[in-house]
């Protein structure tokens, strides 16, 4: 602790032995979490919405934003409106 820090250096003996006793000591420990539940991620999300809405700051969209967000995904998912190769009439004949 001479670096004037509080609690043992980083990567020493006494850091991991405090890492060891907190890892697993809570439920979302041992079920993993978001990554492997979307029901838990869904829950949390629905949950989030409902509070940003009651304080006032949820976001709401527009008919504007929501026709341009509208249009950059058919871009993204439709190739961006790049035109397509020509079929050729002599190939088909």
Not at 45 to 53: L, M, V
Not at 72 to 92: H, L, W
């Amino acid at each position: 602790m001479a670096d004037g820090k509080r609690g043992p250096r980083a990567g020493s003996e006494g850091a991991q032995r405090i890492a060891d006793a907190h890892r697993g000591s809570k439920p979302h420990d041992k079920r993993g979490g978001f990554a492997s539940n979307p029901e838990l991620a869904r829950e949390a999300g629905r949950k989030g919405g409902i509070s940003a809405h009651q304080r006032g700051t949820a976001h709401e969209w527009t008919s504007e934003e929501a026709r341009e967000a509208g249009r950059k995904g058919g871009e993204r998912s439709r190739g961006g409106g790049r035109p397509r190769k020509a079929v050729s009439t002599a190939a088909a004949a």
